[in-house]
């Protein structure tokens, strides 16, 4: 078999999809289609909660969303996560910037909210709880065999800490 003029023996072609990939479409959602759809599940909670949220515009912002929770506007960053590893649910909490992660500060966002899909369990953590961490570990609800605490578990369902909603809820 001869080689394609100018193809390199070293790198697959771009139209074929990487291992990660394949074991993505295998599971069923794509990182970004993930993350789509933990902003959207996240839109239709907080607003059926009761919270206005409104959503900035443009991409420069490191906060998915601002939530309108009594008199206070927060700046909140949504992350979504499907699969359970070692009995655990891994979440990586960084932004980038120049192609390198970093934690969250405070001065970035003032929540950040998990989605675990695969139990519809959401988190709602202050940034100043995850204390710098880019990678937090989350316990499925019922856990199977493990016997240890979720350590976020306080902050699970805590739509509280976003004050009282100002709208009507659904």
Sequence with gaps: ??????????????????????KARARGVLTNRRGNL?????VHKAMRLGFVVGKPYGQISRYDFMVEG?????????????????????????CKTNR?????????VDFVVVYIMPEETWYVLPIRELGGRMTSLFRPVKPKGILRLDPYAQYREAWHLLGEPDGPAF
Excluded at 1 to 22: L, N, T
Excluded at 71 to 94: D, E
Excluded at 100 to 105: E, K, P, Q, R
């Design 1 to 22: 078999m001869s080689k394609a003029k100018g193809a390199s023996r070293r790198r697959k072609p771009a139209s074929w999809p990487d291992s990660a990939r394949q």
């Design 100 to 108: 390198v992660g970093h934690a969250y500060a405070p001065s970035d």
């Design 38 to 42: 933990g902003e959207v599940a996240f």
């Design 70 to 94: 009594g008199h206070k506007l927060w700046r909140v960053q949504v992350k979504t996560c499907a699969c359970l590893k070692g009995g655990l649910y891994r979440v990586n909490i960084r």
